[in-house]
């Protein structure tokens, strides 16, 4: 499909980008860049690639599709890097959970000879690194593709097709839309988990371990999320701020009248959210975003 | 192990006990009680257990063991019923997540010749009702038990045993700190999954379609705790108010000096949070209390 891919960043996206190229043949060479030698040692020494370079500039040189597989706060560095090395007509494509942000950040570094189609695969595990990675991480998974009108139609048909040989399904949306929606299903869910985990760490050495042992009552899901990869997550915050701030708002005003229904015992509020809620959870399950088992089936083959 | 068990409450906990004690051999007798007709017409149908009553009063009689498996609000009306038609020596139990408030209903209407030994076994999913129950929930999970100085040492050895058969490691706590250990690692928890999936259940239409759409990059997590029984829930909240009201206000705390972190830009102190909540997460793993597996091993065989 391409006859040189390169892949700058080479953690849990990267690698299992890496891995289903490979399987399903979509690139003839694949350039691995970090700027970490012993992350580049190590992708290496797994195979991940044909070409191992720490200058992304030397990287991308004749890549037809670059993929920027960092932390979203490199964006803007990484743009100006690989610029004056980029072939005319190349794609450029990157794979964070902000959108806005990147466009902002790589678009006026770009020469405009080659084209700019932001991505975001909703795939990912609690787990980092070039040893996280596998090759069906993609699929039955959605792909966010986010080009403006300016982009162009073939570029974008391109990089949709290279998604879907990943096994993923693809929906093209306005980025700050994009920005919206993931703020709401991943951005504040991941910043509620790390504040509970972070509340329960701050306890007493004694009450902490008993959390710990009796984390299979609720709060061991929040510590699965809570164990993702800090940078990156440290770069979504910072780079999805007003969308995040907003949804931050919504719960909190939901959280407070919630807890004014505790302190007043008001029963009949409790119960009508706790019945509500249900159903998203029965939609999720019927268009097959998650699995029935209960408790995601992790217990047993019998549970 | 005892003549006769009486199961009053038969949803997921109870229907579970009725699987294991048949499997274990644990009763000669199990009588189910349950103020439903149609759930007890399903708790015969499914064979459950031998009696079926929806007389609380009757089913206790001769029962060497009361367990009350119902939403922890209705064990002060379930004690006064049952309470003049109790066996002389049988011990009553419950499953309830809240514990002081349990004996506070229950302890002033049991006569003082039975004994009354709260249990909580950490244990369960986001099903309820007589189906939703098996015999391996109990298995290597916890089960609290919060007995007080005056109660019989030969009933709580007993109850003790009666569990570990069930296959739940024992631990003896007291009911107040229970609570609060709770309140952090299941209450506060479970609040949150409600209030966050309420949030998105609040947003017009089309967002709250893509919210489902999109759910597995975060949010999915939270549905399913939010699907839990919402009558359990309900009362859990509103018998454990004081508890969960202090640790609400310390999540509270923490969460606004994350939203000014994030309104700051102050990426290292989302750095150092993030990266201290990995930890725990690890502590869970080694000590057997979730599962390693990426994504709770839920999307398929290879992940």
Redesign the interface.
Known sequence: MFEKVTLIGIGLIGSSLAHVMKREGLAKLIAVSTRSVETLKRAEEIGLGNIYELDAGKAVKDADLVIVCTPV?ACESIAKTISPHLKEGAIITDVG?VKASVIAQMKPSLPGNVHLVPGHP??????SGPD?G????F?K??C?LTPDEMTDKGATEKLKLFWEKCGSEVEIMDAHHHD???A????????????????????ETD?RS???????????????????D??M???V??HN?EA??E??G???E??SS??KA??R?D?EH??E????????????IE?G???E????????G??
Do not use: C
Not at 189 to 198: E, F, S, W
Not at 273 to 284: A, G
């Open positions: 706060g959970s909703i795939a990912g595990t609690e787990y996280a596998f090759a069906s991480l699929e998974r959605w966010i919206l929606v993931l709401i299903t991943s951005h504040l869910p991941h910043l509620i988990a790390y504040n509970i985990v972070g509340t329960a760490d701050d306890l009450t008993e959390v710990i042992k009796f984390s299979a009552s609720g709060f061991r899901d929040f510590t699965r999320i809570a164990a993702s800090p940078t997550w440290r770069d915050f910072i701020k995040v701030l949804t931050l919504r719960f909190s939901d959280l919630l807890q505790i302190r015992g029963g409790l119960f959210l706790f019945s509500r809620t249900r159903d998203i959870r029965k939609s999720i268009i975003q998650d699995v088992a209960p408790n995601f089936g992790r217990d047993d019998e549970e």
